[in-house]
Protein backbone atom coordinates (compact mmCIF):
# COMPACT_ATOMS: atom_id res chain seq x y z
CA UNK A 1 0.00 0.00 0.00
CA UNK A 2 1.05 3.62 -0.62
CA UNK A 3 0.53 6.75 1.49
CA UNK A 4 -2.97 7.60 0.12
CA UNK A 5 -4.00 11.20 1.88
CA UNK A 6 -5.22 13.86 -0.42
CA UNK A 7 -5.99 17.11 0.13
CA UNK A 8 -9.16 18.87 -0.14
CA UNK A 9 -8.71 21.65 -1.85
CA UNK A 10 -5.55 23.74 -3.16
CA UNK A 11 -3.45 25.94 -0.73
CA UNK A 12 0.30 26.84 0.02
CA UNK A 13 1.25 24.87 2.81
CA UNK A 14 4.32 25.90 4.62
CA UNK A 15 4.90 23.20 7.85
CA UNK A 16 7.04 25.34 10.31
CA UNK A 17 7.84 22.43 12.30
CA UNK A 18 8.24 18.79 12.24
CA UNK A 19 10.27 15.85 12.97
CA UNK A 20 10.10 13.48 10.26
CA UNK A 21 13.54 12.12 11.40
CA UNK A 22 11.24 10.40 13.70
CA UNK A 23 11.40 6.96 13.52
CA UNK A 24 7.36 5.99 13.78
CA UNK A 25 8.02 7.57 9.81
CA UNK A 26 10.29 4.71 9.11
CA UNK A 27 7.45 2.09 10.13
CA UNK A 28 3.89 2.84 10.69
CA UNK A 29 2.92 4.30 7.57
CA UNK A 30 3.51 1.56 4.77
CA UNK A 31 6.42 3.14 2.79
CA UNK A 32 7.97 5.46 5.37
CA UNK A 33 9.37 8.89 5.29
CA UNK A 34 10.30 8.83 1.68
CA UNK A 35 7.02 7.75 0.19
CA UNK A 36 5.39 10.20 2.17
CA UNK A 37 7.15 13.40 1.57
CA UNK A 38 7.71 12.75 -1.94
CA UNK A 39 3.64 12.52 -1.90
CA UNK A 40 3.33 15.75 -0.02
CA UNK A 41 5.55 17.93 -1.97
CA UNK A 42 3.87 17.04 -4.73
CA UNK A 43 0.72 17.84 -3.13
CA UNK A 44 -0.01 21.29 -1.32
CA UNK A 45 3.15 21.21 1.25
CA UNK A 46 5.71 23.44 -0.10
CA UNK A 47 8.21 23.62 2.79
CA UNK A 48 8.78 21.53 5.69
CA UNK A 49 11.33 22.38 8.34
CA UNK A 50 12.52 19.68 10.76
CA UNK A 51 13.23 21.13 13.80
CA UNK A 52 16.37 18.94 15.51
CA UNK A 53 16.34 18.16 19.37
CA UNK A 54 19.77 16.44 20.13
CA UNK A 55 23.19 16.65 18.18
CA UNK A 56 21.90 13.07 16.27
CA UNK A 57 18.71 14.45 15.38
CA UNK A 58 19.68 17.56 14.11
CA UNK A 59 22.30 15.50 11.79
CA UNK A 60 19.20 13.22 10.61
CA UNK A 61 16.87 17.04 9.57
CA UNK A 62 19.75 17.87 8.20
CA UNK A 63 20.44 15.12 6.01
CA UNK A 64 16.65 14.96 4.69
CA UNK A 65 17.20 18.81 4.08
CA UNK A 66 20.25 18.12 1.66
CA UNK A 67 17.98 15.12 0.05
CA UNK A 68 14.97 17.43 -0.67
CA UNK A 69 14.86 20.85 -2.08
CA UNK A 70 11.67 21.80 -0.24
CA UNK A 71 12.90 20.09 3.23
CA UNK A 72 15.17 22.57 5.67
CA UNK A 73 16.37 21.92 9.54
CA UNK A 74 16.86 23.49 12.65
CA UNK A 75 19.57 21.98 14.93
CA UNK A 76 19.17 22.03 18.99
CA UNK A 77 19.21 20.40 22.27
CA UNK A 78 15.52 20.19 23.39
CA UNK A 79 14.85 21.10 27.35
CA UNK A 80 14.62 17.08 27.31
CA UNK A 81 17.43 15.65 25.56
CA UNK A 82 20.01 17.90 27.77
CA UNK A 83 21.26 15.64 30.63
CA UNK A 84 23.45 16.25 33.61
CA UNK A 85 27.21 15.46 33.19
CA UNK A 86 27.15 15.27 29.19
CA UNK A 87 30.17 17.98 28.10
CA UNK A 88 28.06 21.18 27.05
CA UNK A 89 31.19 22.58 25.89
CA UNK A 90 32.06 19.82 23.51
CA UNK A 91 28.30 19.75 22.81
CA UNK A 92 28.09 23.59 21.89
CA UNK A 93 30.99 23.02 19.45
CA UNK A 94 29.29 20.23 17.70
CA UNK A 95 26.30 22.59 17.27
CA UNK A 96 27.82 25.53 16.14
CA UNK A 97 29.70 23.30 13.58
CA UNK A 98 26.06 21.98 12.55
CA UNK A 99 24.55 25.83 12.63
CA UNK A 100 26.89 26.28 9.66
CA UNK A 101 24.99 24.18 7.23
CA UNK A 102 23.14 26.21 4.62
CA UNK A 103 19.65 23.94 5.00
CA UNK A 104 19.90 25.29 9.01
CA UNK A 105 17.60 28.41 9.12
CA UNK A 106 17.26 28.71 13.05
CA UNK A 107 18.47 26.90 16.34
CA UNK A 108 16.62 24.87 18.18
CA UNK A 109 14.48 23.51 19.56
CA UNK A 110 15.59 25.01 22.68
CA UNK A 111 13.76 25.94 25.87
CA UNK A 112 12.14 24.16 29.07
CA UNK A 113 9.53 22.00 29.58
CA UNK A 114 8.31 21.39 33.29
CA UNK A 115 5.74 18.47 31.77
CA UNK A 116 7.69 15.41 33.85
CA UNK A 117 9.80 17.57 36.39
CA UNK A 118 12.78 15.51 34.37
CA UNK A 119 15.89 16.52 33.67
CA UNK A 120 16.02 19.13 36.72
CA UNK A 121 14.62 22.94 36.34
CA UNK A 122 18.10 23.94 36.85
CA UNK A 123 20.09 21.41 34.26
CA UNK A 124 17.49 22.73 31.71
CA UNK A 125 17.99 26.42 32.36
CA UNK A 126 22.03 25.85 31.88
CA UNK A 127 21.37 24.42 28.49
CA UNK A 128 19.08 27.10 27.30
CA UNK A 129 21.02 29.79 28.71
CA UNK A 130 24.29 28.50 26.90
CA UNK A 131 22.45 27.96 23.57
CA UNK A 132 21.06 31.67 23.75
CA UNK A 133 24.21 32.89 24.17
CA UNK A 134 24.76 31.08 21.00
CA UNK A 135 22.01 32.17 18.89
CA UNK A 136 22.83 36.18 20.43
CA UNK A 137 26.87 35.16 18.98
CA UNK A 138 25.77 33.60 16.05
CA UNK A 139 22.87 36.25 14.89
CA UNK A 140 20.45 33.32 14.71
CA UNK A 141 16.83 33.30 15.17
CA UNK A 142 16.10 30.57 18.03
CA UNK A 143 12.84 27.89 17.85
CA UNK A 144 11.20 28.05 21.58
CA UNK A 145 9.92 25.05 23.28
CA UNK A 146 7.77 25.95 26.05
CA UNK A 147 5.53 23.34 28.17
CA UNK A 148 4.31 24.05 31.69
CA UNK A 149 7.32 26.48 32.38
CA UNK A 150 6.03 29.79 30.59
CA UNK A 151 7.24 32.18 33.76
CA UNK A 152 10.92 30.60 33.27
CA UNK A 153 10.84 30.72 29.56
CA UNK A 154 10.16 34.83 29.40
CA UNK A 155 12.02 35.82 32.39
CA UNK A 156 15.44 33.91 30.71
CA UNK A 157 14.68 35.65 27.26
CA UNK A 158 14.47 38.76 28.88
CA UNK A 159 18.14 38.54 29.41
CA UNK A 160 18.89 37.99 26.11
CA UNK A 161 16.74 41.04 24.15
CA UNK A 162 18.28 40.82 21.12
CA UNK A 163 17.73 37.18 20.30
CA UNK A 164 14.09 36.81 18.68
CA UNK A 165 12.85 33.95 16.89
CA UNK A 166 9.55 31.38 16.80
CA UNK A 167 7.64 29.80 19.29
CA UNK A 168 6.58 26.75 18.69
CA UNK A 169 3.04 24.86 19.18
CA UNK A 170 2.32 28.20 21.19
CA UNK A 171 0.40 27.09 24.47
CA UNK A 172 1.39 30.24 26.94
CA UNK A 173 -1.38 33.31 27.62
CA UNK A 174 -2.32 36.17 25.13
CA UNK A 175 -0.50 38.34 27.48
CA UNK A 176 2.99 36.63 26.59
CA UNK A 177 1.82 36.50 23.34
CA UNK A 178 1.17 40.31 22.99
CA UNK A 179 4.77 40.84 24.67
CA UNK A 180 6.78 38.51 21.91
CA UNK A 181 5.04 40.16 19.09
CA UNK A 182 5.92 43.54 20.36
CA UNK A 183 9.64 42.33 20.56
CA UNK A 184 9.61 41.10 16.88
CA UNK A 185 8.93 37.32 17.72
CA UNK A 186 7.21 35.08 15.38
CA UNK A 187 4.05 32.19 16.99
CA UNK A 188 3.50 29.48 15.62
CA UNK A 189 0.27 27.00 16.10
CA UNK A 190 -0.04 23.69 16.05
CA UNK A 191 -3.29 21.10 15.69
CA UNK A 192 -3.77 21.85 19.23
CA UNK A 193 -6.09 25.02 18.22
CA UNK A 194 -8.25 22.40 16.69
CA UNK A 195 -9.29 20.50 19.86
CA UNK A 196 -12.49 20.98 21.89
CA UNK A 197 -10.81 21.54 25.10
CA UNK A 198 -8.43 24.69 23.39
CA UNK A 199 -10.99 27.08 24.11
CA UNK A 200 -8.29 29.87 25.45
CA UNK A 201 -5.92 29.20 22.92
CA UNK A 202 -8.47 30.06 20.21
CA UNK A 203 -9.15 33.29 21.44
CA UNK A 204 -5.24 33.91 21.45
CA UNK A 205 -4.87 32.86 17.70
CA UNK A 206 -6.76 35.99 16.35
CA UNK A 207 -4.94 38.66 18.10
CA UNK A 208 -1.66 37.35 16.96
CA UNK A 209 -1.25 40.02 13.67
CA UNK A 210 -1.06 38.58 10.24
CA UNK A 211 2.34 39.29 9.54
CA UNK A 212 3.47 37.18 12.42
CA UNK A 213 1.52 33.94 12.46
CA UNK A 214 2.71 30.57 11.26
CA UNK A 215 1.61 27.08 11.29
CA UNK A 216 2.89 23.13 11.96
CA UNK A 217 2.55 19.96 12.73
CA UNK A 218 4.91 19.03 15.43
CA UNK A 219 4.64 15.50 13.66
CA UNK A 220 4.08 13.06 14.00
CA UNK A 221 2.58 14.68 17.10
CA UNK A 222 -0.53 16.77 17.63
CA UNK A 223 -2.34 15.36 14.52
CA UNK A 224 -5.70 18.04 13.86
CA UNK A 225 -9.15 16.86 14.70
CA UNK A 226 -10.56 14.84 12.79
CA UNK A 227 -6.95 12.40 12.91
CA UNK A 228 -6.46 13.59 16.55
CA UNK A 229 -4.33 10.99 18.01
CA UNK A 230 -3.45 9.39 14.95
CA UNK A 231 -0.22 10.23 13.23
CA UNK A 232 0.52 13.24 12.03
CA UNK A 233 1.99 14.56 8.76
CA UNK A 234 2.00 18.03 6.79
CA UNK A 235 -1.09 16.75 5.02
CA UNK A 236 -3.13 17.49 7.75
CA UNK A 237 -2.52 20.87 8.64
CA UNK A 238 -5.49 21.45 6.32
CA UNK A 239 -7.63 21.43 8.74
CA UNK A 240 -5.69 23.30 11.53
CA UNK A 241 -4.86 26.01 8.53
CA UNK A 242 -9.50 26.31 8.03
CA UNK A 243 -9.31 27.01 11.76
CA UNK A 244 -7.14 29.23 11.78
CA UNK A 245 -8.69 30.90 9.18
CA UNK A 246 -12.14 30.91 10.99
CA UNK A 247 -10.68 32.60 14.27
CA UNK A 248 -9.19 35.09 12.48
CA UNK A 249 -12.59 35.09 10.32
CA UNK A 250 -11.00 35.47 7.02
CA UNK A 251 -10.90 32.74 4.22
CA UNK A 252 -8.31 29.48 4.13
CA UNK A 253 -6.79 30.93 1.57
CA UNK A 254 -5.92 34.15 2.48
CA UNK A 255 -4.75 32.53 5.98
CA UNK A 256 -2.37 30.68 4.30
CA UNK A 257 -0.63 33.43 2.37
CA UNK A 258 -0.05 34.63 4.95
CA UNK A 259 1.27 32.29 7.37
CA UNK A 260 3.40 30.97 4.21
CA UNK A 261 5.00 34.68 3.58
CA UNK A 262 5.56 34.76 7.34
CA UNK A 263 8.02 31.33 7.19
CA UNK A 264 9.43 32.21 4.20
CA UNK A 265 10.69 35.42 6.05
CA UNK A 266 11.76 34.06 9.16
CA UNK A 267 13.67 31.03 7.53
CA UNK A 268 15.11 33.27 4.90
CA UNK A 269 13.81 31.07 2.05
CA UNK A 270 13.74 33.37 -1.42
CA UNK A 271 11.78 31.71 -3.94
ZN1 LIG B 1 8.94 19.57 18.18
Known sequence: MIFDFQPT???????????????????EIDGGRDEILAALFSQNVKYIVN????IEASRECIAIAEKYKQAYATAGIHPE???????????????????????????????????????????QQVWFRRQLELARELKMPVVIHDRDAHGDVMDILRDYPDVTGEFHSFSASGEIARQLVNRGWYISFSGVITFKNAARLAEIVPSVPLDRVMIETDAPYLAPVPYRGKMNHSGLMEYTAVRAAELYGINVEEFCRHAYENSCRFFGIKE
Open 9 to 27: RELPIFDTHAHYNDDRFAT
Open 51 to 54: AGTS
Open 81 to 123: DVRHGNDIDKTMDELRELLSHPKVRALGEIGLDYHYEEPPREV
